[in-house]
């Protein structure tokens, strides 16, 4: 009883995740693109490219769990579908951290006066998607056969969507389209060389190893916490 109430709130989270973010996803890609950003098209911006991966998860994560309640046995799917999550864990708080530090502290490198983007969509983009993948890891995901290697091996995932990122808006903005006009779509990196941008990369890639490594030993403490409980 006990296992399908969980099953039952974790369809529920994660439907209302996945109405907010698919929403914030359609509204964002949606936004007029200025002229310096139009070749370079809506998803040069890791915001919608992490959003959409993210979606696709939690819709992975509701058909898991409502097959679990029937019963069906997924297996190795599984333990895909949690690596998927934590992949998407790590772009969002990358994603989360970045912008509101610089949306807060240097608003003048990010794009903000090239689109009219309400807090309501601020939030639905730049915010919830992390709150919503955290909540579901750490108390409605069974996280008690997670191992440090396991764990540790996931992050790969992270370091290879990034560097296929990184690489694809390199690509676009400095070699296919070097047209004097194309821009990067991140005003920071515009003033900056190849060896500067590829630092800022591995930033990025340092924040997901930061929430990365915190998520595992949250989660090894909410497991603690649960079994005392019980």
């Known amino acids: 009883m006990h296992s399908n109430k969980n099953l039952a709130l974790r369809v529920a ?6 109405y907010l973010c698919g929403t914030g996803l359609i509204e964002s890609i949606l936004l007029p693109l200025p002229a310096h950003l139009i070749k370079g098209g809506v998803w ?10 993210t979606c696709l998860c939690m819709l992975c994560i509701i058909s898991t ?20 999550e934590n992949l998407c864990c790590n772009l ?3 994603v989360t951290v970045t912008y509101w530090s610089i ?27 992390y709150v919503f993948l955290l909540v579901d890891i750490l108390l409605f ?27 694809l808006i390199e690509i676009s903005t400095s ?19 190849f060896m500067r941008r590829t630092g800022w990369l591995l930033v990025f890639m340092g924040l997901g190893l930061i929430n990365h490594i915190s998520l595992y030993y949250s989660m090894k403490l909410v497991n603690k916490t649960k079994l005392r409980i019980e």
């Open 175 to 193: 070699v296919l389209n070097d047209d004097g006009l194309t821009k990067f779509p991140y005003p920071f990196l515009n003033n900056d060389n």
């Open 141 to 167: 995901r069974n996280n008690q056969d997670v191992s440090s290697t396991g764990f540790t091996e996931s992050f790969v995932l992270s370091v290879i969507f990034l560097g296929l990122y990184w690489s």
């Open 103 to 129: 949306i807060l502290f240097c608003p003048d490198m990010l794009n903000g006066k090239s689109f009219a983007v309400s807090w309501t969509l601020d939030f639905k983009i730049h915010l919830l998607p």
């Open 65 to 84: 769990s409502v097959g679990k309640a029937f019963k069906i046995k997924y297996g190795a799917i599984r333990r895909t579908v949690n690596d998927l």
């Open 13 to 18: 989270w994660n439907s209302w995740a996945l």
């Open 44 to 53: 040069q911006f890791l915001t919608n490219t992490s959003l959409l991966v």
């Open 92 to 94: 969002e708080f990358i």
